[in-house]
């Protein structure tokens, strides 16, 4: 971590105090020397001075001595009235803390201020010898802190010490430097005064350029920068006023450019992610917020694999993130569909994945940015064809089947009719023939499924009232669900007509009604509405069902059950696919529904919440014309004429052509289309009604009727089928379709079809 900053006025300021401090050091200690010499000369001269005093007193008592001429008998009187004129005059001197000492030369007191002479004084005589020897002059004293002046008297053996304490000594020397510290110290504090004014207003146009630095770098560069000077700061002033008006010239390009750069990847549909190179993000769009779950804000300076979490849409293994790819290849990273983004929040989006790396201007990678495209939209329409084209490869299938199964089925049926009609009422054999009449009409119910999920179920082309229809099968419903099942009713459509065929749409209701109580088992609400819709030519387009624009009737069953699993709702209108135990279900209502929906031209969709329950949407054209009413089949219907009856199946043939000699026609057979044609161009003269089956080797019967017609434009012609589709149906009823009855037919059916067709006015 940075300390704190020094200034430039602060760090000059401290480079010349401290070039103004050794200095002036150096000139205290050149001038103390200098003084100090001057000021010990002067203290020698002073004790010298002090001594020459003594010395002189002592000289004076002296030579009075030797006048007397008897210097041996007096001169002891001399000294002591020398010392005691000594000691009243030098002892008495207040404030002089230095004092003379006389000592003989064996070392013993002659004046002392406290001790009596005699006494040792401390000097031995070798050290006072060597004093005499060095002569006078101070020197350290080796006995105490201070200095001795040293005399010699040499006529009475005495020596003068002067006990000089340091203090003393030194005593002018301290006052001295004392005065010299104040006063360099005042001159010191001045000269920084000085400075400091000097160096802060040299100083204060760079400290403005560097607070004018510093606005630019915290964004504000419209400040005002006033340095007058013509020196070099002056110029570097101006060098940096133009600077500064580049840059802000530059910076509002670039804001200009961010402005429209943010502009541009907001608008754009696919998330845009921007990493550095240790793959931490430094910016991404609103889309790319979206689809992560992760705000910009959050997401900044995170890692791409915390934020962009990829898994493989079929392993669910996790993916290589592509910036990471990028930074291994240092090249682009092409686009990848199989993966799927899972979202802070837990959403999964399939995506299309992509990257390349970002350069600077020296051509150094310095990033990558990634491109995340949401493609579930597309995935699940692709999903839906998928589905589509695979529910009609199994409805071909279903078909092809019913149609042999329906040949098959009319067969016995017949069979068991003609049995039946030879039987006494009183034969026992008669109940086995009601229990092969009953097990065919179901068997013909469930191929009649198989065929309106093949949508090959000729429909009647009759007007049907939807709530009607709703009503009756829910009156069915009411009567077989548990009864802790409350099933509403709410039909709001104004318009609830649509052409079709109304057993048809109730097995619809029927199969999602029962499929919604079972979702129920411990009871709960059944919900049925309608409501008018109006569908648009682009909504249309969208859809994978083939619907026309208009106006619709939208119907929905809604159920509060346990719902359905995600991964089995894409398979719910699969044929054969249920998630019901073995024996409590054949997977055929739902691709029933499925297909009777698409026969007339409408569109069946589910959503489902697991624990909430199932909403079943279907649209259906409304129609505003009425259409045909179906016939009521009572009793048998004889008749006569001859009947060309062409059928590819030898079973189907040999029954019809039973059947029909029963009701009390003649009959012509043909095997297949070519030889119907033949048969008619040979004997249209005498034929009444041709009876065409649809699917039949050589010509079919549309290409059948097409050529009886050139033959004779008035030939009557039934046509039997059980796999056909609604265009051909309608194609043919346009150019004079008498009829059509479906297989498998019973006796009663076939008698009335015949009738009905031999009666009725060609249909214009």
Aim: aromatic letters at 6%; one cysteine or more.
């Amino acid at each position: 971590m940075n300390g704190p900053r020094l200034s430039l006025l602060a760090k000059a300021m401290l480079l010349l105090g401290t070039m103004l401090v050794l200095i002036t050091g150096v000139l205290f200690i050149l001038i103390e020397n200098e003084f100090s010499q001057i000021l010990q000369e002067n203290q020698r001269a002073s004790f010298h001075s002090k001594s020459g005093a003594i010395l002189g007193a002592l000289n004076a008592r002296h030579a009075r001595l030797e006048a007397t001429l008897q210097a041996a008998n007096y001169r002891e009187s001399f000294e002591d009235a020398a010392v005691r004129e000594l000691r009243a005059r030098l002892y008495d001197a207040p404030g002089d803390r230095a004092y003379p000492v006389l000592v003989d030369y064996s070392g013993d007191i002659v004046l002392h201020p406290s001790l009596s002479r005699g006494v040792a004084s401390g000097y031995d005589s070798l050290m006072l010898a060597e004093m005499r020897r060095e002569g006078n002059g101070p020197r350290p004293d080796p006995g105490g802190d201070g200095w001795l002046v040293v005399s010699d008297f040499a006529p009475w053996s005495w020596q003068l010490i002067y006990h000089v304490p340091r203090q003393v000594l030194f005593a002018d020397l301290y006052r001295f430097r004392h005065n010299l510290a104040a006063i360099v110290s005042l001159i010191f504090v001045i000269s920084m005064l000085i400075l400091y004014g000097c160096m802060r207003a040299l100083t204060r146009p760079i400290v403005r350029l560097t607070e004018a630095s510093r606005a630019i770098a915290d964004g504000r560069s419209d400040e005002l920068l006033s340095v007058r000077s013509r020196d070099e700061i002056g110029q570097l002033t101006g060098s940096f006023a133009q600077m500064r008006t580049v840059i802000q010239s530059q910076l509002a390009q670039l804001r200009d450019q961010e402005e429209r750069l943010r502009t541009t990847l907001d608008a754009i549909g696919d998330a845009v992610v921007a990493c550095d190179m240790e793959m931490r993000i430094l910016s991404m769009n609103p889309i790319a917020e979206r689809l992560c779950g992760w705000s910009a804000e959050e997401a900044l300076g995170k890692s791409v694999d915390e934020v962009f979490v990829l898994v493989d849409a079929q392993s669910r293994a996790r993916s290589v993130n592509p910036a990471a790819t990028v930074i291994e290849t240092r090249s682009a990273a092409s686009a990848k569909a199989d993966s799927i983004l899972v979202a802070k929040t837990g959403d999964e989006f399939r995506v299309t994945d992509s990257g390349a790396p970002i350069h600077s201007d020296a051509g150094v990678m310095s990033g990558v940015v990634m491109v995340f495209r949401d493609v579930s939209g597309e995935y699940a329409l692709q999903e839906q064809l998928n589905h589509s084209q695979k529910m009609d490869a199994i409805g071909q299938l279903a078909g092809g089947i019913a149609h042999d199964f329906n040949n098959m089925l009319g067969g016995i049926m017949g069979a068991a009719e003609l049995v039946k009609v030879h039987l006494d009422e009183g034969s026992p054999n008669h109940k086995f023939v009601e229990v092969i009449l009953s097990a065919s009409e179901r068997a013909a119910d469930l191929a009649a499924k198989l065929l309106a999920f093949a949508r090959k179920h000729p429909g009647q082309d009759v007007t049907v009232d939807v709530h009607a229809a709703i009503r009756s099968a829910v009156a069915m419903l009411a009567t077989t669900v548990d009864r802790r099942i409350v099933i509403d009713l709410d039909f709001q459509a104004e318009n609830c007509l649509v052409t079709g065929d109304e057993t048809q749409l109730q097995n619809v209701m029927l199969n999602l009604g029962i499929n919604a109580a079972q979702a129920m088992a411990d009871g709960g609400r059944l919900t049925v509405r309608s409501r008018g819709v109006v569908l648009s030519p682009a909504y249309c387009r969208a859809s994978p069902f083939d619907l026309s624009a208009g106006e619709f009737i939208e119907i929905e069953v809604q159920d509060t059950g346990e719902g359905i699993e995600p991964d089995n709702i894409r398979r719910i209108f699969e044929p054969f696919f249920t998630t019901k135990p073995l024996g409590k279900g054949t997977g055929l209502g739902l691709a029933a529904a499925h297909g009777t929906v698409q026969q007339h031209h409408g569109a069946i969709t589910v959503t489902s919440e697991l624990g909430r329950g199932t909403c079943f949407q279907i649209v259906l054209p409304i129609c505003r014309t009425e259409g045909r009413e179906g016939p009521v089949e009572v009793d048998l219907i004889h008749g006569t004429g001859c009947i060309l009856l062409a059928d590819d199946e030898e079973i189907m043939r040999a029954i019809a052509k039973a059947l029909l000699e029963d009701l009390g026609y003649e009959v012509l057979l043909a095997s297949d289309g070519n030889e119907a044609v033949q048969c008619f161009r040979r004997d249209h003269d005498r034929i009444d009604l041709v009876i065409l089956d649809m699917v039949m080797p050589g010509n079919n019967g549309q290409e059948c009727f097409a050529a009886m017609r050139a033959i004779n434009p008035e030939v009557a012609v039934l046509l039997s089928s059980g796999f056909t589709g609604n265009d051909d149906l309608d194609q043919m009823r346009r150019e004079g379709l008498r009829g059509f009855i479906r297989k498998p037919f019973s006796a009663v059916s076939l008698s009335h079809a015949v009738a009905e067709a031999l009666t009725a006015e060609r249909d214009l």
